[in-house]
């Protein structure tokens, strides 16, 4: 089978970056300290038997920007949750004038995405580490979950950070229109909303994953852009 050729290309995307100057963590934000990593890190060894290896669930920006150290891959899905754009950001991919939004796994339906085995050095350090990079704010726009996932290879579990719907990021439910809408207009210092779709979509089609909601998403932001931009 032929790849499908996306919409949303290199040059339409182009057109959604400016430059942003990046405004810092947000002065009046409460933020998690050693003693809340400590306890969370306590309540995933408790679920995680140290025979078994640590996996980590990418359905984003993890697949083609990891920044992990691992040792294999592998196509997994996970049921019961699915991919939503309802992160609002005001940093990172939007600014507070005009916020963008990311995806975080959100109750109901599946996703497939890849998980990423970690190596076998220290577990408590590994987890440590992520929490603090995926996990920043009080109260918490995610919440880290060990989740069963399915993969050829057979059931394994892996640390996925699924939304918080009291977290003070969370944007939805959206409608279609308004996610298109902020995905081809928002913009911050790591990037556009648009980049960040583009790479998503790209890197699932280059693992043979097909998400039909994400496919339809980048077909409109392509519209939308041209029609902005033309």
């Given at each position: 089978m032929s790849a499908r050729t996306m919409s949303l290309t290199q040059e339409l995307v182009a057109r959604c970056h400016r430059q942003v100057e990046d405004t810092g963590p947000d002065p009046d934000a409460a933020h998690l300290g050693d003693s809340d990593y400590e306890a969370m890190v306590d309540a995933l060894e408790a679920e995680l038997p140290a025979t078994e290896p640590l996996w980590l669930f990418g359905y984003g920006s993890l697949i083609w920007k990891p920044e992990i150290d691992h040792v294999e891959e592998r196509v997994a899905l996970a049921r019961g949750w699915h991919r939503?754009?309802?992160?609002?950001?005001?940093?990172?991919?939007?600014?507070?004038?005009?916020?963008?939004?990311?995806?975080?796994?959100d109750r109901g339906g599946q996703?497939?995405?890849?998980?990423?085995?970690?190596?076998?050095?220290?577990?408590?350090?590994?987890?440590?580490?992520?929490?603090?990079?995926?996990?920043?704010?009080?109260?918490?726009?995610?919440?880290?979950?060990?989740?069963?996932?399915?993969?050829?290879?057979?059931?394994l579990k892996g640390l996925a950070f699924v939304i918080n719907r009291?977290?003070?990021?969370?944007?939805?439910?959206?409608?279609?229109?308004?996610?298109v809408e902020r995905l081809a207009t928002s913009c911050g210092h790591w990037g556009s909303g648009a980049d960040y779709l583009y790479n998503t979509v790209k890197n699932l089609e280059q693992r043979g994953i097909h998400d039909r909601h994400l496919w339809r998403l980048q077909h409109l932001v392509a519209e939308?852009?041209?029609a902005l931009r033309g």
């Open positions: 939503s754009f309802c992160m609002k950001m005001t940093r990172w991919r939007g600014t507070k004038d005009q916020p963008g939004l990311m995806m975080a796994l996703c497939k995405g890849v998980a990423f085995r970690l190596g076998d050095g220290d577990r408590r350090q590994q987890l440590d580490k992520l929490l603090r990079r995926e996990v920043t704010l009080k109260p918490t726009s995610y919440h880290p979950r060990l989740l069963t996932l399915a993969s050829d290879s057979g059931p009291k977290g003070t990021t969370y944007a939805g439910p959206l409608d279609e229109d308004e996610v939308r852009i041209a």
